[in-house]
């Protein structure tokens, strides 16, 4: 029998302790659910570009969404922390739990291709200034081959910016976003984005101010609520819904239980049928 | 038609030139000949480490062969630079090249699975000592289902360590003789082990010293005169030829055509019909 895979991205941000939800995710494969995993390191990298004296720096779109700086030398940095410390890390950790892991980059393969942008417009002290030499993009297309092959062969695919251009440039991606894409590909049914945060808040500092729903009614709530990185979370949960994803929770990965907790709804839900 | 893949191993010594080899390469696997890329890293880890304060340091066999002494830190450094910095740069290049790469450490999938030394006899100072918490070992399996599926589908696989144990302990592994050792997993015909000296030198000192070939007669002399980490290339030449592989090329990665040199044999050839 066929099960659908499910796709769990697990954010990068600081604060965030893996080691309880790698436990669950292996339980859950153990069961016979097929899963995707697909993780971060923005936080690790910023630690590691500090102690070798390279200054992180972000950019803001002029509509407030927020992405790394990624000249060679960072990009670099940023292959060694997600492609080499953290994947191999969760890797290391699900094998030793009975899950047959396998790290992937997006450039591996070439599982997420996309376009590098050759000019990215950003708020910088206040004006508007155009980026030309930035190593960013977006993914455009998903390698759902591969993806299929592993997942078939009982493998679980453990994937993580960056992607690749066509002509065969590394580009950062987001990886919610990257997720999102992914989900839609395999013909997920599931897609959980979960980080530091408890969901889409209507006050980032309350955390009770929770909006469970991303309805029709309360779309536009959660737009106007998300702020910096979680603007990219809900972009990603509209991608994949408009993608086909049945059901989006954007969630906590951390505390007991945190991706049991965000099936059973605990966190912002997207669904299909909202559409 | 199946064409028998081919396994070239290039070193991570300092002064290792890699993009000129990597063009040979491309243009080989362009040509229609399935290619298992190895490589090393060990010049990259010492700077790395050196940049971060973490002292690299050596253990010496009482038999003379060498290895990283790798506990936890200098493993997630050692993970960064094989894993991240590295192996997606030649990943990127392959790519760049319109070779379909796939970047895989040897605990991806359980690629390579071996044994965790769990004592080490080593010289310090002129003592044997033992050491018992070292994260190393040996390759003892390959899984070339996985490779064979990806070669099957015009993939190249560019493998690096660490392996893994069945328990799920990222080990650090000798890259020669897992290329050795993935060579005669695969039934290869052929593995270049290529660094950045011209093969098996008389004396290390006079690069005229070569030893041309490592037959039955030369075999004792070829041992004596391999030091260091020239102990492990000639170790994994003799495992790969005892594993069934037709030719071993001990030889140079740098310099113009330094593939296509080797494969005419320039450096120090081990062959089967000598045993």
Known sequence: MHTSPIVIKIGGGEGIEIAPILAEIAQLVRSGQP??????????????????????????????HTSRRTDRATLEIFEMVYCGKINKAIVESLR?????????????????????????????????????????????????????????????????????????TAINVDADRAAARTAAA??????????????????????????????????????????GRMKNKVLAAEEALLGGVGRIVIGSANGANALTRAREGAGTVFEGAML
């Open 186 to 227: 395999l013909g997920a049914s599931e897609l959980y984005l979960l980080s530091n945060v408890p969901g889409v808040l209507r006050d980032p500092a309350n955390a009770g101010s929770l909006i469970a729903r991303a309805s029709g009614d309360t779309l536009a709530t959660v737009r106007d609520a998300a702020k």
């Open 96 to 168: 030793a739990q009975r899950v047959d892991a396998i790290g992937l980059s997006g450039i591996d393969g070439g599982i997420w291709r996309g376009k590098r942008k050759d000019a990215i417009r950003a708020i910088e002290e206040g004006r508007t200034v155009i980026i030309r030499d930035d190593l960013t993009g977006t993914v455009e297309h998903v390698d759902h081959d591969l993806l299929q092959m592993l997942l078939a062969n009982g493998r679980t695919p453990v994937l993580t910016p960056p992607a690749i251009t066509d002509e065969g």
């Open 35 to 64: 899963v995707v995993l697909v993780h971060g390191g923005s936080h690790e990298t910023n630690v590691l570009s500090a102690r070798l004296g390279v200054e992180a720096r972000f950019i803001t779109s002029p509509s407030g």
